[in-house]
């Protein structure tokens, strides 16, 4: 069954350095979102994305964040300058989508810890 | 906001016992309210999902009802197995859009 991946599966980063987490999605899917829990708390979402832009974004997703389709089968989340209170687990999810067919389910990676220190 | 309340935090069954765990929603646009199981270690599973158009939803040991009326749902597990622990959350959205999601729910199911 196909699934979405993530890499890796966690990352230690120092406070200020650069921090690109990488996901592959199913492979037909055209919809992609990023979304991150800091532990203890719920799953929050950060961006949502199709056709090449932002489809939305969170107000958590400033101007330290970007998201990238470099090519058919990656969509990346990079944190310019990492902070302390950016270590939680990064989850992206893709949906379906397509023939003007918006979608409903959305399918998740097993998540990148992320640690700040 | 929007926001999600998911209740109970940590539910504990007998092996064979059914569980039933809750969730309310504030925004009256969500029309998409799915249920995710994640297991130590891995990436949370899309266990059923149900459409505001639909009352209710069931899936063998698993169904979903959903009151807009009232604004909440419930997933609720029948003939319950130790294959069932595992934290569960509920999400509202739109169709397409951002999930909202619950605190999460612990289900531990005792043999």
């Known amino acids: 069954e196909p699934e979405v991946t993530q890499t890796p599966s966690h990352q230690v980063t120092q406070m200020g350095q650069e921090v690109i987490l990488r996901c592959v999605p199913i492979?037909?899917?055209?919809?992609f979102y990023w979304y991150r829990q800091i532990l203890g708390q719920k799953v929050e979402f950060l961006v949502s994305?199709?056709?090449?832009?932002?489809?939305?974004k969170s107000e958590i997703f400033d101007d330290q964040f970007s998201v990238e389709r470099p090519d058919g089968s990656n969509f990346t989340l990079k944190i310019r300058s990492t902070k302390l209170e950016d270590s939680a687990m990064y989850f992206c999810?893709?949906?379906?989508?397509?023939?003007?067919?918006?979608?409903?389910?959305?399918?998740f990676g097993p998540g990148t810890r992320l640690t700040v220190t | 906001g929007e926001n999600v309340e998911q209740h109970p935090s940590t539910l504990s069954v007998q092996e064979g016992d059914s569980a039933v765990i809750k969730c309310t929603y504030s925004?009256?646009?969500?029309?998409?309210f799915p249920w995710y199981k994640q297991e130590l270690g891995k990436g949370s599973q899309l266990i059923i999902d149900?459409?505001?158009?639909?009352g209710e939803k069931k899936d063998q040991r698993i169904a979903v009802t959903l009151n807009k009326t009232a604004k909440h749902f419930s997933l609720h597990i029948t003939e319950t197995q130790p294959e069932d622990s595992a934290v569960y959350f509920c999400?509202?959205?739109?169709?397409?859009?951002?999930?909202?999601f619950g605190q999460g729910t612990t289900l531990q199911v005792k043999p």
């Open positions: 925004d009256s646009a969500s029309n998409y």
């Open positions: 999810a893709s949906s379906v989508g397509g023939r003007g067919l918006v979608p409903y389910e959305q399918y």
């Open positions: 999400a509202a959205g739109e169709r397409g859009g951002k999930l909202i």
């Open positions: 492979s037909n899917h055209l919809y």
């Open positions: 149900i459409r505001s158009n639909v």
């Open positions: 994305f199709y056709n090449n832009e932002i489809s939305e």
